[in-house]
C-alpha cells in the first residue's frame, strides 16, 4: 500500500490518479493537511489528514492501511519559502525525517522529490552532472540538498529504500503549482488563452530546465519500480526534458496564439533564486540506471497544454 503526503498539490493530484489506476484505489492512500480539495481526490479511494510535522499522525495513518511505501510531497515550494524560511525548513527537514523514521520501523520505502534547487551559484550551470557541487543559496535549496543527504543516510545506515529525482519546473493543467519559481512557465499558458498577454515574473534569457507533468509521473513510477541492483545513484537523480526562457515558450505559443504578447514585470525576489539555479541537466545517470526518457518537448506541451486548458477554461483559439 502507498501513502502520498501532499496529495492535494500540484503534483500530488496527479499522482494519486495515476497509481490508482496502476495499483487499484484502495492500495493508493491519499493524505493532506487539510480535506480541501478535487473531489476526484476524495470520492476516488482512501483520504487521511496526515500533517507531516505529527509523527504519531504519519505512523498511524501507516500502521492503519498496512504501507509500504510513502511517496512525499509535501513541502514548501522555493517562493513560498523564501518568505517563511523557519516553517519551510521545518517541514521540508522535519517532517521528512519524521517520515523517514517511520518507513525506518515498518521496512517502508520512501520517494521523495528533490530539484534542481539543490544546486547553487557554484555549481557548473550548463549539463549540470549528476555529481557535482551543491551550494544552494535558498533555504528551498537547503533543504533539497539536506533531503538527498538525509535519504541516501538512511539508505546506507538502515537499508531504507529511498529513491528521488530532482525536479526541474513542472507545467501542468490540472491543479496549480504552489508558490514556486518556476510557476510563470504555467501561468503564461493560462495567460495566453485568457488576455493574449502575459507579464512574466522572470526575465528574458533565465534558462531553466522544465518537464510537462505527465513525465514527471512516469519518472516518479519508473523509478519506483527499477530494479535496486542497477541503481548506482538513489538521492537524487537529475532528471529534465527540456530547457527555455521566457521568450522561448512565448515564441512556441505564438505560433498557435499568433498575437500573444509576452511583457515582464520581474520580481527580484524570485528572479534572484532562478539566476542560482542551472541553465540545463544531465541526466544520463538517469537514463543508465533506470531507463528515464521523457515523451514530451516544449512543441508536443504546448500544443497539449492549450488543448486541454482550452476545455478547462472554456476558452476557444483555433
Ligand atoms: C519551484 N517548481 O519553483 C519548484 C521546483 C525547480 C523548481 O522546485 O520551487
Redesign the pocket.
Known sequence: KILITGSLGQIGTELTMYLREQYGNDNVIASGLRKEGPDYIFESGPFEIVDILNAQQVADACEKHNVNTVINLAAL???VAEGNPQLAYNINMNGLFNILEVARERGAAVFTPS???AFGPSTPADNTPQDTIQRPTTI?GVTKVGGELLCDYYYKRFGVDTRGVR????ISYKAL?GG????YAVHIYYEALKQKKYASFIDKGTQMDMMYMPDAIKAIHDLMEADPSKLVHRNAFNVTAMSFDPEKIAAEIRKHIPEFELTYDVDPVKQAIANS?PNSLDDSCAKEEWGWKPDYTLETMTIDMLDKLSEKLGISYK
Open positions: 515550494l522555493s517562493a530539484s534542481i534547487a528551498y525536479f526541474p519546473g513542472l503549482p514556486g519559481t518556476t510557476d539555479w
